[in-house]
């Protein structure tokens, strides 16, 4: 007989997630649910407002994300109404996206995703002298001696004598799925302090170009901050750029020196999750990073498309305004369209419709026959479509970008595995490093192309055209994109009289974790867990969480909160 195991909510994610699995009885994952329990309102929010500050509401959506829904918003508004765009906004807003991939990749695998792989605890275990020799011989790594290693495992022994594991509590510590040796566990427990202190200088590059983070400020047509060749004042000097170069610098060591020797070293212990989890096997992508502009995919540093069926000798091109690709289902989600629930919706005309009557939170089990999330279920072409890193670096790799080729066989050869490991578990967690390698060497190309614009004089970043609502069509519609670290992610904006009339978004985590749709397709995190998983100990499934924060999850995206009638639940004044 088989069981139903529930997660909820999955821990060490942004949001509020629920997975249901039913296991037989050898522990295999023969069906699974994904269930996101809170609801998604901001569309309603942004109706009747100015197009031109929307980009302020939608960037609350998420404090993880921070700026991308930021940068979305200001895209489709600038798409609606035709703004141009001077090259040094391009450029500053290029970099400020590459440090939140870097920043945000860095964090989910040492703070999300690591623990799952690392027992904490072991590390107590560990010789501090064979850790150091472990770490000297994977990195350069200056912080790296025995006494380094001692003192870490020192802090770590006061944490567990004192009854208090803090930040390190309620992990499956001792699990027979871990495997590490506890010298690499002690080195990965250093290096997750490490990222810590390393996060919060890097975010220098967001407060430097954008004023705080996180949120920071954009302006439609361009990027908010003056800049100046002089000293002093509030404009963006050639010492705030000088710090963006330092910050650059230490993001690309941190990555080349502790976090990809330390995905490989992890890696090359758990192959076997190089060959699970793959999920649906379609991968979508918008494409971002515009040399020139948003309306020259050419010059866009990662490219858009589709790959079906793990087919990287064909890529399939994306439009966003055409009615009959892009569309959300609500059949097994808590919402209702006004013409049924089988019937899908492009963005332009999407619904957020929080009438729904049917059967909702709380339940001991979700009636997966029935509506079961607060999330949506996208479809390309009425295929469920993975996106994310993975996708990102199957498609930089299928369309020949050398670094990724050369990166990707190198890491691939060390551990000797095929590409088609890449589709997988471990293969998601593998290209999240991989790109950040990839993107963190881009961002200095970027710097240096901002630098020399303003050496030829070239001072601009912020466009004036459109700026009057008098020069606006009586009505418009646009879309803003850009791939946001977790995935592709798509505003649309209707804009009539000035205003807006409909806002959409569909973002990563809806793509990845939506429930089922009308044909009964899975979405990716669901279809991920039916792919070749067991349960050692059902009440501590450790391998179902290893898969979903794969995708690393950001629900906050997807949901907000109200109570089941739709009413606000709490206000917070500051006095």
């Not at 980009?55 to 993880?64: K, M, S, Y």
């Not at 895209?75 to 939140?100: D, F, K, S, T, W």
């Not at 989890?277 to 020139?292: H, I, R, S």
Request: net charge negative.
């Amino acid at each position: 007989m088989n069981e139903r195991i529930v997660v909820d909510p999955i821990t060490r994610i942004e949001g509020h997630l629920r997975i249901e699995a039913e296991i037989d009885g050898e522990g295999r994952i023969t069906g699974a649910w994904s269930s996101g329990t809170m609801v998604r309102g901001i569309e309603l929010i942004l109706k009747g407002r100015d197009p031109r500050e929307a980009w302020a509401f939608a960037q609350r959506i998420c404090g993880v994300c921070t700026l991308v829904h930021g940068i979305a918003s200001v895209r489709a508004v600038e798409n609606a109404l035709g703004y141009p765009i001077p090259p040094n906004a391009q450029l500053i807003r290029n970099l400020m996206i590459a440090a939140q991939f870097v920043h945000d990749h860095v964090m989910h695998f040492y703070h999300l995703h690591a623990l799952d792989w690392v027992d904490v605890v072991s590390a107590l275990k560990a010789d501090p002298a064979a850790t150091a020799a472990l770490a000297q011989s994977i990195s350069n790594w200056p912080k790296s001696s025995p006494g380094y290693f001692a003192d870490v495992q020192t802090r770590l022994k006061t944490f567990i004598a004192g009854g208090q594991l803090g930040i390190f509590a309620n992990g499956f510590w001792g699990h027979p799925a871990y495997r590490l040796p506890p010298e690499a566990n002690l080195m990965a427990v250093a290096h997750y302090l490490e990222a810590l202190a390393w996060q919060r200088d890097v975010v220098q590059l967001h407060t430097i170009f954008g004023g705080k983070n996180p949120h920071p400020n954009f302006v439609v047509g361009g990027a908010p901050s003056p800049i100046s060749l002089a000293s002093g004042g509030t404009a963006l000097t050639m010492d705030g750029l000088q710090t963006v170069k330092t910050v650059i610098e230490r993001m690309r060591t941190f990555v080349n020196q502790v976090y990809l020797p330390d995905t490989l070293a992890i890696a090359s212990f758990y192959k076997d999750w190089f060959a699970r989890g793959e999920g649906v096997g379609n991968f979508l992508t918008y494409g971002d990073f515009p040399a020139k502009s948003m309306d020259d995919p050419e010059s866009w540093f990662i490219p858009p498309g589709v790959i079906l069926d793990r087919d990287l000798s064909a890529i399939h091109p994306v439009d966003m305004n055409a009615p009959d690709e892009i569309e959300e289902f609500v059949a097994h989600s808590w919402y209702d369209y006004s013409a049924g629930k089988e019937r899908g919706l492009h963005p332009y005309v999407g619904e957020t419709n929080l009438d729904y009557t049917g059967p909702r939170p709380p339940y001991e089990h979700l009636d997966v026959t029935q509506s079961y999330s607060w999330l949506k279920s996208p479809r390309w072409k009425g295929r469920a479509m993975e996106v994310g890193p993975l996708a990102r670096v199957l498609m930089l790799y299928a369309k020949g970008h050398a670094p990724t080729r050369e990166l990707t066989t190198e890491a691939l050869g060390k551990l000797d595995l095929p590409l088609a490991a890449l589709f997988s578990t471990m293969g998601r967690t593998a290209a999240r490093t991989l790109e950040s390698k990839i993107i963190a060497d881009q961002m200095a190309t970027w710097y240096d192309a901002l630098i020399a614009n303003i050496r030829a004089g070239d001072l601009a970043v912020h466009s004036e055209a459109r700026w009057d609502p008098a020069t606006w069509p009586r009505e418009a519609r646009g879309v803003g994109f850009m791939e946001a670290p977790r995935g592709a992610l798509g505003h649309w904006v209707v804009i009539r009289d000035g205003r807006i009339v409909n806002y959409q978004c569909v973002v990563p985590s809806t793509w990845n974790a939506g429930p089922r749709d009308p044909k009964g397709q899975p979405g990716p995190y669901e279809a991920a867990l039916m792919d070749r998983h067991r349960v050692f100990d059902p009440k501590q499934p450790l391998e179902i969480q290893r898969t979903i924060h794969s995708f690393d999850p950001c629900i906050a995206c997807a949901v907000h909160v109200v109570d089941p009638a739709g009413r606000e639940l709490m206000q917070l004044k500051v006095r």
